[in-house]
């Protein structure tokens, strides 16, 4: 079986930084590109950002580029997302997911087949 759970979240004030962390259970991280995801209140999922396989390459969502970083430790099978500079409008519930078979495009959030519950984050001043 599956599992994905996301920790870390918490609040911060604006300006901070804070660090998520998705640990997987039944499957090798490794092996997928690996995608970080938010949902803020009374909006839209939208994607952040998403790391490759080999951990080649990472992807950005323009709201997230030069403050958020995405990496891995295969060793504890988790995916983390780094957060800096954080902004109200930051303020989301955070989850992680990968495709089996893998997305198509980091960006096609609908080919995500496996998720986690998702951590919430509240970011203010």
């Known amino acids: 079986q599956v599992q994905l759970v996301e920790s870390g979240g918490g609040y911060v004030q604006t300006g901070g930084s804070l660090g998520l962390a998705c640990f997987a259970s039944g499957r090798a991280l490794s092996e997928y590109p690996i995608g970080w995801f938010r949902q803020g209140p009374g909006q839209e999922r939208e994607v952040v950002g998403c790391i490759s396989f080999a951990d080649i390459m990472t992807y950005y969502a323009d709201s997230a580029k030069g403050r958020f970083t995405i990496f891995k430790d295969n060793t504890k099978n988790t995916v983390y997302l780094q957060m800096t500079s954080l902004k109200d409008e930051d303020t989301a519930v955070y989850y992680c997911?990968?495709?089996?078979?893998?997305?198509?495009?980091?960006?096609?959030?609908?080919?995500?087949?496996?998720w986690g519950q998702g951590t919430q984050v509240t970011v203010s001043s």
């Open positions: 997911a990968f495709g089996d078979p893998p997305p198509s495009a980091w960006r096609h959030e609908a080919e995500y087949t496996f």
